[in-house]
C-alpha cells in the first residue's frame, strides 16, 4: 500500500512490486486524481495520484429562525486543492451554487436540511455534515377591551394582551408615546390623572422562539 507520494515515486513502486495494473489505497476516503499509465513487462499500470479532498462545514446564523426574517448559511472548506466550488442541497430538492446561502425573508418552506459539497481544482469533494433549520411563526396579540377607548379623567382603565399562537410563555412590554417602558406583564393600567389623548404600544415575544410581535 502506497497513499502517497509524487508521481515518481508511485510509478517507481508500482514497478517494482507488481506487473499489474493496480490501484492504490485509500482513494474512496480522500479523493484521487488519475494520472497516467506506466508499463511493466508488457503490462499497463494505472498511476494515481492521491488528493487530499477538502472538508467542509457549514456556519449558520441561527438555527432556528422566524418567519419573514432573514437568514445566513457560509460553507467553509478547508483542505483539499483550493479553487472551491459549493453545491448546496435544500429542504425542497433544490440546488445552489451560492456561498453564503443568503434566504432573505424565511418562509415555512424553508424549514429542513441544508447540505454543501465542496469541490476543489482537482475535483475531489466534501461533503459537509447536514444542519437542520426550524422555521417558526409569530404569535399573535390582540387587546382587550379595544385597541381605541375613550374614558373620562381619573378613571380606571384596564388594557389587557390576549396572545395566540407560539409557545404560550410570552414576554410584554408596553411603552407610551416617549418610548418607556411602562408595563412589563399582559396587563396596562394607563394614568388617567390628565386629559388628553395619549398612545400606547405593545410589544410581545415568544420567550421561547424570540419570534415578535408589536400593536
Known amino acids: 500500500d502506497q497513499s502517497a507520494g509524487s508521481l515518481t515515486s508511485v510509478a517507481n513502486y508500482a514497478t517494482n512490486q507488481y506487473p499489474y495494473s493496480i490501484a492504490f489505497s485509500p482513494l474512496t476516503t480522500t479523493g484521487h486524481l488519475f494520472v497516467g499509465t506506466a508499463n511493466y513487462g508488457g503490462n499497463n499500470i494505472t498511476v494515481y495520484s492521491v488528493e487530499t479532498a477538502p472538508v467542509v462545514s457549514i456556519t449558520v446564523s441561527s438555527a432556528n429562525v422566524c418567519v419573514g426574517s432573514s437568514m445566513l448559511l457560509t460553507a467553509v472548506a478547508l483542505e ?7 453545491s448546496w442541497t435544500l429542504p425542497d430538492g433544490g440546488t445552489s451554487s451560492d456561498n453564503p446561502l443568503i434566504i432573505s425573508s424565511v418562509t415555512s418552506s424553508d424549514e429542513g436540511s441544508y447540505q454543501v459539497t465542496a469541490t476543489d481544482s482537482n475535483d475531489c469533494q466534501g461533503v ?3 444542519v437542520q433549520i426550524t ?9 382587550q377591551p379595544s385597541n381605541t377607548l375613550s374614558t373620562c379623567v381619573e378613571e380606571s ?11 404560550g410563555n410570552f414576554a410584554y412590554q408596553w411603552f407610551d408615546s416617549n418610548g418607556d417602558l411602562v408595563s412589563a406583564t399582559n396587563i396596562l393600567s394607563p394614568d388617567t390623572g390628565t386629559a388628553g389623548v395619549f398612545d400606547y404600544s405593545l410589544q410581545l415575544m415568544d420567550a421561547v422562539t424570540q419570534c415578535a410581535v408589536g400593536v
Open 80 to 86: 483539499g486543492s483550493g479553487n472551491y466550488t459549493y
Open 128 to 130: 459537509s455534515d447536514p
Open 135 to 143: 422555521v417558526y411563526s409569530h404569535p399573535e396579540v390582540t387587546i
Open 157 to 167: 382603565v384596564i388594557f389587557t394582551a390576549v396572545p395566540s399562537g407560539g409557545s
